[in-house]
């Protein structure tokens, strides 16, 4: 008996995949104890995921197989329960919220049901279930818990959702509680909220928290420990203030120097006064309709209200705000993808608006989000490149496009030969690069990134913020750069502008907006972003 609440050692579970063996995790070992918040810190790929999976029995056998090692749990071995007994630990005793609340709630039942079913599975009477999930709901700070309590997914916004997910995780007052990336994709101030509430959450009933993340920022907010990962194996852990004050290995050591906004404000440049881009008096409202005939309601929702800003030539202009800001709107508008309602967008004088931009299109270019939604899985990557100019015929011979890829993929840092590979045997860092070789194809002046590297780990962020760089270095490039990561915005950004509900309330130089904010909802954006302020109590200097 060790006394910890949970306990594993020395797992190694390995995977079958197409002939292929992939050993996940080898010989890892952690504890957790009550009351206690435990951070597995990894980046994609390190098998942070898997230990966690283990303890829910969520491991497909096949293809996954776990070779050796034990579980325990209060001091009970929990490695080959049998799913009845399983089924008795998870939620009651043991509770999980995931990443992807989308994938992970039920589209066609309601909320409500989903928190309720929560405790009906463990014997709850329906009723009792009801009004505990109405308290949950309230707890977690849904307004209108009992109204809401009959809404569905797709109705409440992407922080709203990961907090009906804790609420149905909490429902049993379980004694510990898995959180695998619950923040990842959200605002910065979303992101504070959520981690305050598991903080308060725990301090009510003492739970063990389990948080697995590749966000240092989160780790050095909620952790009293921290367990790193890499390729399947513990590769450091310890106490918080030791781990990120004093790392031995390089690993860790290579993680906390590719943490963003360590590094101070970009290196202040001569920046050109020739205009690009100029956005002036922008607005979009979409008409409120309601009921099933859709009947007009006489009101508007502002997507965009009388934007103006400029972009000029070798600029770097971030643009920061939380979802519903207006941020996507103001790049789909620039695309041409949104009609806006009023205003006007020129690029070097002229109209980006309407027909007859091809000459436009060729000099802005984007990189999104997602680069596996965003390049065609069918399409080998040779073939993605090149489609630029299949487009914009008369810009590169086609027996010169070849040669092009090969030099395009060498300069985002790939090799020509990937050029025969399809998108889906490439990691998200990878694909994020093809998706800028793409954009680079038509040797544009300006590329809009639209939150280009919000989805990846830290340190394939700072290699795709500093291959951005070494571009805009090379070839002169502008950056529109859309984002809601703080820190990133810091380190690359020459004028930052911020937008909040469709309007720009503060721009300026970018050491000024994070220095000397001066608009209210700029504030509460800083004071939000833990990355900074936590980690400069804890994190040194990495050692040469």
Sequence with gaps: MTGHLLEVENLSVRFHSRGKIVDAVRSVSWHLDRGETLAILGESGSGKSVSASAVMGLIDTPPGEILSGSIRFDGRGILGLSAKDQRELNGRRIAMIFQD??????????????????????????????????ELLARVGIPEPERRFNEYPHQFSGGQRQRVMIAAAIAMEPDVLIADEPTSALDVTVQAGILKLLKELQAENGMGILMITHDLGVVAEIADRVVVMSQGEVVEQGPLAEVLGAPR??????????????????????????????????????????GVLKTPTGREIKALDDVSLTLNKGEVLGVVGESGSGKTTLVNTLLGLVDPTKGEVLYRGKSMLGPGNREIARNVQVVFQDPTASLNPRMKVGRIIAEPWAIHRGVLPRAEWPRRVAELLEQVGLRPEHADRYPHQFSGGQRQRIAIARALALKPEVIICDEAVSALDVSIQAQVIQLLKDLRRDHGLSYLFIAHDLPVVRDFADRTIVMQGGRIVESGITAEIFEHPRHPYTQKLLASRPVEERMRGHITEPAE
Excluded at 108 to 127: D, F, K, N, R
Excluded at 257 to 281: K, T
């Design 249 to 290: 290995h390089a690993y860790t050591r290579r993680l906390l120097e590719a943490v963003p906004g360590r590094h101070g404000y970009p290196a202040a440049r001569d920046l050109s006064s020739e205009a690009l881009i100029e956005i002036r008096g922008l607005s979009k409202y979409y008409g409120v309709s309601a």
């Design 101 to 134: 609340t989308l994938a992970a709630l039920n589209p066609v039942h309601t909320l409500g049901h989903q928190i309720s079913e929560s405790m009906t599975a463990h014997g709850i009477p329906a009723e009792r279930a009801r009004t505990r999930a109405i």
